[in-house]
Structure formats: structure tokens, C-alpha cells
T-cell receptor
Framework: GQQVMQIPQYQHVQEGEDFTTYCNSS?????IQWYKQRPGGHPVFLIQLVKSGEVKKQKRLTFQFGEAKKNSSLHITATQTTDVGTYFCAGYTGTASKLTFGTGTRLQVTL | DTGVSQDPRHKITKRGQNVTFRCDPI?????LYWYRQTLGQGPEFLTY????????KSRLLSDRFSAERPKGSFSTLEIQRTEQGDSAMYLC?????????????FGQGTRLTVV
């Protein structure tokens, strides 16, 4: 079955440093979504990418969808303590409506 | 409140007992998902519905798990003969199918503890 892996599993940065998480799928994705889950909270949607090679920005966050539509990345510039949480990618395959989540990357930011 | 709601928020049960959870999705959403999440892991897909039809169920899911969405609105997830390994957060999400953004909106979850 489809597997979606993320690396790293955990990253600890000092405030102001950059952060990147990488997402790799075993199968081609029709689109990729990114979610953030704060400690004790539930996943909250950040963005959706659909096109091969697509790049989208939200303030300090930059999202990329790979050319082969099997990988994606999220880059945060100049992290802040409010960025703390776990970041998940999630994808649909083909025409399937099943949304499969990645393993997640937990980000810790300290002053 | 127009978000996804789940009930109960917490459930403690003895091993061997049956439990049932309820999810009320956003009213116009036709898709409804159930996920299970354990500490430090991503949401694990359990099953999903398009309207009242259950379109897919995880092959990893035991026969002790069953879900319904009788009128295409709220859904229930039942676990029979609970085991300690069933302890987890059970998340429900809903979305609207279409060609645009199909974000999933999650509820707060039901935390199950089997003792």
C-alpha cells in the first residue's frame, strides 16, 4: 500500500534558524497537502499543492511539490516559537479519495 | 459551532468492553474520515465515507472495528471487545469533494484508554 515518509522525525532549532522537512511517497500523488498539529491539538490544514514542480509561499513558509509528484518539502525561514508543533504532509493517489498522512516531523524551537 | 465535533472527548474502558464514538462533520461536507493516532505518530487511516457509502476500510483494521454513516451526516465508530492496543486518539475529519482545495477539517478527537 501507499507509504508516506517524512524526515527528519524531530528537529530542535533556536529561534531565528531555518527549518526544512521532507516528504516522500511510495506512489505518485494527485496532490499534496500540509498540516500542522500543535501539542495537544488536532491537525490543521496549511496548504494544498497540485501541479508538478509547484512552489507556494505563506509568509515565512515555502512549500514545494516535486517534479515527479512523489515528494514535497516545507521550509520555514527564521523560525519563531509559534512554529512549534508537528508538521504532516498528506496526499491523495490517483482518483482515490483516501487521504494518507506522512509520519510527521516534530519541530521544537527554543529562544 | 460549525466545525467538526466528536463525542465523547475522553473514554476510559475496561478491556473486553465495547465502545462507540460519534462524529458530526461540517454539514455540507460529503466526505468523512476516521483516523487513529498514537503518541509521536501520524494519523493512521481507518476508513472513509462519501455520503453514506463506506468506500474504503484499512486492511490493517481488525474486524472488531466498524463504522457507519447512516444518513450521510453523522458517523459512528464502534470498537468491540476492546484491547489495550486500541488505546489511542481517534480523529474524525470531513471534507468536500471537488476539483479545488479539498482540505480536511479535523475534530478535537476522542481519546480512548483501555485499562
Amino acid at each position: 500500500g501507499q507509504q508516506v515518509m517524512q524526515i527528519p522525525q524531530y528537529q530542535h532549532v533556536q529561534e531565528g534558524e531555518d527549518f526544512t522537512t521532507y516528504c516522500n511517497s511510495s506512489t505518485t500523488l494527485s496532490n499534496i497537502q500540509w498540516y500542522k498539529q500543535r501539542p495537544g491539538g488536532h491537525p490543521v490544514f496549511l496548504i494544498q499543492l497540485v501541479k508538478s514542480g509547484e512552489v507556494k509561499k505563506q509568509k515565512r513558509l515555502t512549500f514545494q511539490f516535486g517534479e515527479a509528484k512523489k515528494n514535497s518539502s516545507l521550509h520555514i525561514t527564521a523560525t519563531q516559537t509559534t512554529d512549534v508543533g508537528t508538521y504532516f504532509c498528506a496526499g491523495y493517489t490517483g482518483t482515490a479519495s483516501k487521504l494518507t498522512f506522512g509520519t510527521g516531523t516534530r519541530l521544537q524551537v527554543t529562544l | 459551532d460549525t466545525g467538526v465535533s466528536q463525542d465523547p472527548r475522553h473514554k476510559i474502558t475496561k478491556r473486553g468492553q465495547n465502545v462507540t464514538f460519534r462524529c458530526d462533520p461540517i454539514s455540507e461536507h460529503n466526505r468523512l474520515y476516521w483516523y487513529r493516532q498514537t503518541l509521536g505518530q501520524g494519523p493512521e487511516f481507518l476508513t472513509y465515507f462519501q455520503n453514506e457509502a463506506q468506500l474504503e476500510k484499512s486492511r490493517l483494521l481488525s474486524d472488531r472495528f466498524s463504522a457507519e454513516r447512516p444518513k450521510g451526516s453523522f458517523s459512528t465508530l464502534e470498537i468491540q471487545r476492546t484491547e489495550q492496543g486500541d488505546s489511542a486518539m481517534y480523529l474524525c475529519a470531513s471534507s468536500l469533494s471537488g476539483t479545488g482545495v479539498t482540505e480536511a477539517f479535523f475534530g478535537q478527537g476522542t481519546r480512548l484508554t483501555v485499562v
